[in-house]
């Protein structure tokens, strides 16, 4: 089956440095890529929608100063949190759904445990 | 408002059991269901979709069924199995567009 991996699994990191998440499709071409945060005990909440090629779509209330999205290629997609407080302390989620495929299956990343110190 | 419930409170039942987990939106008109298991510090993996036009689709041991009056879809797995113990989540796919809303999710326990 369709794999998705995210890098890295788990970050540390200061008030006020950034920090880059990869999320990467492994045997398919995608397209599109989504973006996910989930606190502990809740929902995962919908970021934005990264487009290969085109700039990320976002979700309302959802800073895109803050959280840069990158798609440059069929298979990568990263997120940066950019100068990152403890309130960005969070589960962060990817997903993927095939290129071309007229399936409704969206593949999931691991998630990346970030945590702002 | 928009809304979409799960039972909080984990649901406790015997091996062998049929669990049936819930999922009552309010204010949304989906086009498809989807529901999703999400073991602890893992992302969520897909088990099946339902159509709006769909009242109930099979898979293995698993069973959902999606009324749109009542606005709720009904998930369930028989002969459950210790393995079965995660949290299970429910997402509304609105359009074309394949953004997802997930609920809370609801943490089953199958006890052995």
């Known amino acids: 089956g369709a794999v998705v991996s995210q890098h890295p699994s788990r970050v540390i990191c200061k008030s006020g440095t950034s920090v880059k998440i990869e999320c990467r499709s492994l045997?398919?071409?995608?397209?599109?890529m989504f973006w996910y945060r989930q606190f502990p005990k809740q929902s995962l909440m919908l970021m934005a929608t990264?487009?290969?090629?085109?700039?990320?779509?976002?979700e309302q209330g959802v800073e895109k100063d803050k959280f840069l999205i990158n798609h440059a290629s069929l298979t990568l997609s990263t997120l940066t949190v950019t100068s990152a407080h403890p309130e960005d302390s969070s589960f962060y989620i990817c997903?993927?759904?095939?290129?071309?495929?007229?399936?409704?299956?969206?593949?999931f990343g691991p998630g990346t445990r970030l945590t702002v110190l | 408002s928009q809304k979409i419930e799960q039972n909080s409170e984990a649901l406790n039942i015997q091996e062998g059991k049929t669990a049936t987990l819930t999922c009552n939106y309010t204010?949304?008109?989906?086009?498809?269901l989807q529901w999703y298991r999400q073991d602890p510090g893992r992302g969520p993996v897909f088990l099946l979709l339902?159509?709006?036009?769909?009242k109930e689709k099979r898979k293995e041991r698993l069973k959902v069924t999606f009324d749109t009056t009542l606005k709720q879809s009904l998930f369930h797995i028989t002969a459950s199995q210790p393995a079965d113990s995660a949290t299970y989540l429910c997402?509304?796919?609105?359009?074309?567009?394949?953004?997802?809303?997930f609920g809370s999710g609801t943490r089953l326990l199958v006890r052995p």
């Open positions: 204010n949304y008109s989906p086009a498809y």
């Open positions: 997402a509304l796919r609105m359009d074309s567009s394949y953004k997802l809303i």
């Open positions: 339902i159509r709006e036009n769909e």
């Open positions: 990264s487009n290969e090629g085109s700039k990320a779509t976002y």
């Open positions: 997903s993927a759904r095939e290129s071309g495929f007229g399936g409704d299956e969206q593949f």
């Open positions: 045997d398919f071409q995608a397209t599109t």
